[in-house]
């Protein structure tokens, strides 16, 4: 059965200290990885799509890396407004890629 | 752009009641979805779309019902709630063929609701 882990559940930052969330899949045939970003009482926002072992995308002070098994969101130097829930998730099985199956999400807490 | 917008925003129903989640969006996504979130399972997929008058199943599709008598509306139906239906409800679309610059879901801000 296709599966997707995200690790840490949660994760406490100080300001300016990185880190790295994780994304682990066990799906045929990857037709894509997805980020997205989620705040506290809002839908869920797109960050990146991954497609192939060793893309790798940034946006601001995030980057996201793709390999067979698994994909990282790492974080340089984040702030308190980088708090938030990621979540990732891949398309379900035998479908297109607009049918996602999510993971449980990491909520991330940056403190000043 | 209004995008995906969903009402109402917030509901109590008692068990055994019925009522509809609505879900309209401005932009033209062939693909709409229905997800649930709860604490400790993630979104999982309850219904989806892929035009007017085509709808499918997703993980979770039992006690909801759905239509799609247009492009821009995707509702979604309790029609006898039950305390497990207690949940955050996002809807979501996209065109339905990606390219680079379209494979993105676009969600509305969700319905809160409580079965008691």
């Known amino acids: 059965e296709d599966q997707v882990t995200q690790s840490p559940e949660a994760l406490r930052l100080q300001e300016g200290e990185s880190s790295s969330l994780n994304c682990s899949y066990t799906v045929s045939g990857l037709r894509g990885l997805f980020w997205y970003r989620q705040d506290p009482g809002k839908g869920p926002e797109f960050l990146f799509t991954l497609y192939s072992a060793g893309e790798e995308k940034e946006k601001e002070r995030l980057k996201a890396t793709l390999t067979k098994k698994e994909s990282f969101l790492h974080i340089t130097a984040p702030k308190p407004e980088d708090s938030a829930t990621y979540l990732c998730a891949v398309p379900l099985a035998r479908g297109s890629n607009y049918k996602l199956t999510f993971g449980k999400g990491t909520l991330l807490t940056v403190n000043p | ?80 709630a039950a305390p497990s239906q207690t949940s ?14 379209n494979e993105k879901l676009f969600f509305g801000s969700g319905t809160q609701l409580s079965v008691l």
Request: one cysteine or more.
């Open chain 2, 1 to 80: 752009n209004a995008g995906v917008t969903q009402t109402p925003k917030f509901q109590v129903l008692k068990t055994g009641q019925s009522m509809t989640l609505q879900c309209a969006q401005d932009m033209n996504h062939e693909y709409m979805s229905w997800y649930r979130q709860d604490p400790g399972m993630g979104l999982r997929l309850i219904h989806y779309s892929v035009g007017a008058g085509i709808t499918d199943q997703g993980e979770v599709p039992n006690g909801y019902n759905v239509s799609r008598s247009t492009t821009e509306d995707f509702p979604l139906r309790l029609l006898s």
């Open chain 2, 88 to 101: 955050v409800y996002f809807c979501a679309s996209r065109n339905r063929i990606s390219t680079a610059t």
